[in-house]
DNA sequence: GTCTATATAGCGATAGAC
DNA sequence: GTCTATCGCTATATAGAC
């Protein structure tokens, strides 16, 4: 695959970054274009329209999941504990691929909500065959959500989001309960 | 304090309903106008400006959690259950309010965000006084926080969020965590 | 492959009749 | 208290030069 073009990767990330810090309303063509450092035609020219950049996102949100639940089952402290950490942080790129999509699922777009799912579906197998039963898989999958909630999608939402040696505490407290 | 302008409350029904549905973009002046059956020109009266609509929704949310605080500490099964209960509903004035206002958060409205936290804050100060320690009421703040993320914010994103007897099978579950 | 310039449409908000 | 009409701005998208 050799080397892409570099400013459509640099377009796809500028949008992400839009709707992470400042939402779906202000992630504008121009104000993509100008993060990017290109100007609007050269977005166009890669990103025809605005769904275009919208599938973009969903195609790398898919691929970088696809690499997340391998790291989940090679993971030395096993799949949920991965899974709980993975939740509770908020800066690489898959988690950064979740919130953008995520922005555009809260106004309405149905194909975020379907790629959204889809992620969730693949977590919520990795971390079946590691837990007692379909209630103890729920209680962990939730436990993800709301640490994403808190994390990264309400900005800060959370006063007390547990993390450092209260995580470390919730992790050990979920995994005496769950464990098969 | 007698009878309120019928159209006043209609038209924040109408914005709030907007929001749910079709999310922060959609809802605009002359959609929430239509939807409320009444003209731009009427909501405007009431309304002068966009940031007032948002800002009667914050004063809703604030009354209508300040009731349900009160409503989880009388509850026969005790706060937790009925926290957790009342966070996989979806339907009743108290989660439109939340979602509606969430829906904003997520477009970078600071006083979105700060109404939400207000909120979220004076539920976990409730709990507090009947779990053991802060590490469980974290675990309980964050299975409500998941509820909510599945039933509301995600429009569905779950594939398989508890209802029915696995929801009454993870209160006690957690219930038997976390009881002081 | 990237740019400027422009067409078209929809937004929030104002003015003023009733 | 509610309406119609309209202004000014900004959005997506097109056309075509370089």
Do not use: C, F
Not at 14 to 24: F, N, S, T
Not at 106 to 121: H, K, T, Y
Not at 146 to 159: E, F, I, K, V, W
Request: charged share 25%.
């Amino acid at each position: 695959m050799s080397r892409p073009p570099h400013a459509r990767e640099a377009v796809l990330d500028a949008y992400e970054q839009m709707l992470i810090d400042e939402g779906a309303g202000a992630a504008t063509m121009d104000a993509v274009a100008r993060l990017a450092g290109v100007s609007k035609g050269g977005l166009l020219y890669h990103y025809p329209s605005k769904t275009d950049l919208e599938n973009a996102l969903y195609a790398r949100l898919d691929a970088l999941a696809a690499a997340d639940v391998e790291h989940m089952q090679n993971h030395p402290d096993g799949p949920i504990a991965a899974y709980i950490r993975s939740s509770a942080s908020s800066g690489d790129a898959v988690d950064r691929a979740i919130v953008a999509t995520a922005r555009l699922a809260q106004e309405g777009r149905d194909d975020a909500v379907v790629a959204l799912r889809r992620v969730r579906e693949s977590w919520s197998r990795t971390v079946r065959p590691h837990v007692r039963d379909d209630v103890a898989r729920d209680l962990v999958m939730l436990l993800g959500d709301g640490l994403y909630y808190n994390n990264a999608l309400g900005a800060g939402m959370a006063t007390s989001a547990p993390s450092g040696a209260a995580l470390d505490t919730l992790v050990s407290l979920v995994e005496r309960v769950v464990r098969s």
